[in-house]
């Protein structure tokens, strides 16, 4: 489904759908098994560095039987898309949802790229997420110095949406990608003014490592929208690490990764459960 099939209900009972990056077959399966004892609608990830690695086609036909499979709304979305083509090449292939990040750009080349997105995607009932502000950290090939990190300009973000009409609205609040150093320091007032001022849901992204209680009140003030990707991999590396330093011998790689697959499973329900996702499907 596009995310605006989410729009409705989560803006009635304030909550967010998350979204969980893929990274290979077990990632699938675990967020897959999540959503469904969840009972959690759920947004399935994929990067540019992760359709690198997957291949387009795999990731499509696996997300496709996973979607299938678990009888629960999925949204596969593309995840910081850095051009027009690789949107089309996405929408081309399959996907429900496609995020826009424009963020490098200049606002109003922003604007002006993503409004093209918008209009193609929504032609054919792909939603669209855009980006306002600088997200600091590291995700596959997108790096930001912390330096380089600007925090979205409320004023801006709601022209943004204004102007573009974008289904979800990533907006720089503070958070980061990637592993905090310190406490994330997130701008509750930049997410307020945001989300009062526009009809869309505001999207937090760098979810890892973010406390609960600043997640729930990220909700509560109109974040519809949490992505996770780097606890999950935590959790999988260090399942892996501890398996192999258990058994040094061990060669059969499904009695590594299925413990693995467990433990982003475990990660993922623990999100749904905070998100106040569960059950909303
Ligand atoms: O776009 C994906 C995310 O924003 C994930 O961030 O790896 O810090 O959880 P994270
Ligand atoms: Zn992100």
Not at 126 to 134: F, M, N, Q, R, Y
Not at 167 to 196: C, L, N, Q, W
Not at 252 to 275: C, N, Q, S, T
């Amino acid at each position: 489904v596009p995310m605006t099939a989410f729009t409705e209900d989560v803006k009635k009972h304030k909550y967010a759908v998350g979204q969980f990056n893929l990274n290979n077959l077990e990632f699938t399966q675990a967020i897959t098994e999540a959503a469904m004892e969840e009972k959690s609608p759920v947004i399935f990830g994929v990067s540019e560095g992760a359709l690198k690695y997957m291949g387009l086609d795999y990731t499509v036909a696996i997300a496709k039987v996973a979607a299938e499979r678990s009888g629960v709304p999925v949204a596969l979305h593309l995840d910081h898309g850095s051009n027009f083509d690789i949107v089309m090449k996405c929408i081309r292939a399959g996907f429900s949802s496609v995020m826009f990040d424009g963020s490098h750009h200049s606002f109003e080349d922003n604007i002006r790229l993503t409004k093209q997105v918008v209009e193609a995607a929504h032609a054919v009932g792909v939603s669209v997420e855009g980006e306002l502000g600088t997200i600091g950290g590291v995700e596959d090939d997108l790096s930001v110095d912390e330096e380089d990190a600007t925090l979205a300009n409320p004023d801006e973000a709601i022209r943004f949406w204004e102007e573009t009409k974008v289904d979800y609205v990533a907006i720089a609040v503070g958070t980061a990608h990637g592993m905090y150093k310190g406490e994330p320091k997130i701008r509750f007032d930049i997410i307020e003014k945001v989300a009062s001022n526009i009809g869309a849901p505001i999207v937090l992204h760098g979810g890892s490592g973010v406390p609960d209680e600043a997640i729930v009140k990220s909700i509560s003030l109109g974040v519809g929208k949490i992505n996770v990707n780097t606890e999950s991999q935590v959790a999988c590396t260090e399942t892996v690490r501890k398996v192999l330093a258990a058994k040094p011998n061990e060669i059969d790689p499904r009695k590594y990764l299925g413990p693995a697959r467990d433990a982003i499973k475990e990660v993922v329900r623990g999100k749904m459960r905070l998100f106040g996702s569960s059950n909303r499907a």
